[in-house]
């Protein structure tokens, strides 16, 4: 079988399995979180912009910022196999807030994309890396300087390991101005995509988040697929939480209390690896693990 066809089965398999793009939470969880709430203020979202750019073929690519109002960093986002950025503006928000602006291209393979039947699932891979690539060049000319953090979903972590320097069947595609990576629930293990030793020279600060229950029916069948780049990545700077309980789309369905400790997390380790922030490296470092919370760290 050739590259092409076995990578075609494995992202036709992802089409299937992961390609849930709502990830708001149940109706009776979402009323339980709403009474138990009330009181609190609500984070105000960051009012998005959408910016057209052109990838190396001439396609158009729709890319959403999330402007900060005071810009410290700069994170690309790549969303979950056929969902879309704005499935998750309630974490990007809050790393809004915190001065990162998020640019998150619409791949090809959203369910919201116009073009997507034109795409077979091997041309979506390509066109995400593609995607990453311009808008990481977009990021570079109209913010020079600015520290860059790739994070995504499912699907999306791959692309952003990638970018920090896994090697998968697309071939060396490190960007050395990527500083860090953070994966939400990644895309598991990829046999045939995913090469052996393929995390061996993610050598940058990552936060890679998950739960012992996320699972992709048919093809995750083991949550500890979602932890091979931690263990399988150089030593340092690299953190692992993991919630009891957490599925698949635990970045959409989290309780409250287990939302404000992936936000509390993620900022201080977007502060302490993107900005140089001692205080919040330390803190990081110091994070207890609550109640159903595990937290490693190598």
Known sequence: MSLRLSFAALAALLAA????TDLAPAPSQATAQASATASAPRPIPATPTQVE???PDGRKIDVTVWQA???????VFSHGYSGAPAAYERLLARWVEHGFTVVAPLHVDSTRHPDRARYDPPGAFSTRIADLAVARGFIKATRPGKPIVAAGHS?????????AGAL???G?????DVRAVIALSSAGDLP?????GAYAALDVPLLSITGDMDLVPGFVSDWRAHRTAFDGSPRGDKTLIIFEGGDHRLIGNADEQDFDLIVRATRDFLSAHALGDAAARGRLNRLDAPSGVSIERR
């Open 53 to 55: 750019l052109s990838a």
């Open 69 to 75: 109002p005071d810009e410290r960093g700069v994170i």
């Open 155 to 163: 699907f999306g972590s791959l692309m952003s390991y990638i970018q």
């Open 17 to 20: 399995a992961c390609g849930q």
């Open 192 to 196: 045939g995509v995913v090469l052996p």
């Open 172 to 176: 060396p595609q490190r960007d050395p």
């Open 168 to 170: 998968t069947v697309a």
